[in-house]
Nanobody, 127 residues
Framework: QVQLVDSGGGLVQAGGSLRLSCAASGRTFSMHAMGWFRQAPGKEREPVAA????????YYADSVKGRFTISRDNAKNTVYLQMSSLKPEDTAVYYCAAGRNYYTDYGLGKAYDYAYWGQGTQVTVSS
């Protein structure tokens, strides 16, 4: 079991940056692929970025490539999402999630690939 707590959201102007953090409890964090998803009002939850359990391989949605960076620190049981060059269309609630199975690479993945979710953190980008 993994419990996740998201933080770091806020209000930022277009072109600005934010770093989201996701702190995990439980002893199996380093065995799970981790992902960040987002959900804007009236839209479905969509994958943004993902990282393999070892941290060596990352995946990004086309809409954020070159602007967002996912990373993890297994010693601190934490995954991060560094967001730069933010756009108003990045406005959403952002959720971190842990993969359903140990040592499984889902690529960017879909929501059903992830069994454990944070509570979400709001990111608002003003124009």
């Amino acid at each position: 079991q993994v419990q996740l707590v998201d933080s770091g959201g806020g209000l930022v102007q277009a072109g600005g940056s934010l770093r989201l953090s996701c702190a995990a409890s439980g002893r199996t964090f380093s065995m799970h692929a981790m992902g960040w998803f987002r959900q804007a009002p009236g839209k479905e939850r969509e994958p943004v970025a993902a990282i393999r359990w070892s941290g060596g391989i990352t995946y990004y949605a086309d809409s954020v490539k070159g602007r967002f960076t996912i990373s993890r620190d297994n010693a601190k049981n934490t995954v991060y999402l560094q967001m730069s060059s933010l756009k108003p269309e990045d406005t959403a609630v952002y959720y971190c999630a842990a993969g359903r199975n140990y040592y499984t690479d889902y690529g960017l993945g879909k929501a059903y690939d992830y069994a454990y979710w944070g509570q979400g953190t709001q990111v608002t980008v003003s124009s």
